[in-house]
């Protein structure tokens, strides 16, 4: 299927435990994003890539690790998952050229650390 | 950091009215979008403005990158265009978004 989506679209974990949500486009687009989102705060950056191989921090990225081996695919780790952490978590994607700068998010994650 | 504010954060209306909705940024940005979360949290890309004005049927938005500030504008409000709406800027590589309107239209 066309489009960007992330799996689980729910999850449940304990604290202490490692966690990966995964996010999945099919444009190729050359940026990607991980933000989450949590009531009285909006939606925050986590991490961002340009391009494959490439990562930058967002404006909380602390206890979250990131990589994108390929261009298609861009995980998201928590390392060792806190209550802190519990949050509806949003991939985007978008292209590198001005006809493509619209973003495009997928359904999101509702991740819960108990 | 770039400071994004939204106004007004809540907003009710009665099906059939318009509504503005505005979004100021502390610095100039490449790129400006607006983005509305439906009900069932579903983030919909509505315009990518970084200047100028679109429009789409009922929706509209204009951007002054001069004076940083946006607005969105809805004409004839349906139920169906309850939700947030997030206006979003990137002053480098990354988008980074405002507090949100929260817009709920009454039948």
């Known amino acids: 299927d066309a489009g960007i989506t992330q799996s689980p679209r729910y999850k449940i974990t304990e604290t202490g435990r490692q966690v990966t949500l995964m996010c999945h486009q099919t444009?190729?687009?050359?940026?990607m994003f991980w933000y989450r989102q949590d009531l009285g705060h909006g939606l925050r950056l986590i991490y961002y890539?340009?391009?494959?191989?490439?990562?930058d921090k967002g404006e909380v990225p602390d206890g979250y690790v990131v990589s994108r081996s390929k261009t298609e695919n861009f995980p998201l780790t928590l390392e060792s998952a806190t209550r802190s952490q519990t949050s509806v978590y949003f991939c985007?994607?978008?292209?590198?050229?001005?006809?493509?700068?619209?973003?495009?998010f997928g359904s999101g994650t509702r991740l819960t650390v108990v | 950091g770039i400071q994004v504010e939204q106004s007004p954060p809540d907003l009710i209306l009665q099906e059939g009215a318009n509504s503005t909705l505005r979004c100021n940024f502390s610095?100039?940005?490449?790129?400006l979008q607006w983005f509305h979360q439906n009900p069932w949290g579903q983030l919909i890309n509505l315009f990518y403005?970084?200047?100028g004005t679109k429009q789409n049927g009922r929706l509209s938005a204009t951007t002054v990158a001069t004076e940083r500030y946006s607005l969105l504008y809805i004409s004839s409000s349906q139920t169906t265009d309850s939700g947030v709406y997030f206006c979003?800027?990137?002053?480098?590589?990354?988008?980074?978004f405002g507090a949100g309107t929260r817009l709920t239209v009454k039948p």
């Open positions: 610095d100039s940005v490449n790129n």
């Open positions: 444009w190729s687009h050359s940026y």
């Open positions: 403005i970084p200047s």
């Open positions: 979003a800027v990137e002053p480098g590589d990354d988008m980074r």
């Open positions: 985007a994607s978008r292209g590198s050229d001005s006809a493509d700068y619209g973003y495009t």
């Open positions: 890539s340009a391009a494959a191989d490439i990562t």
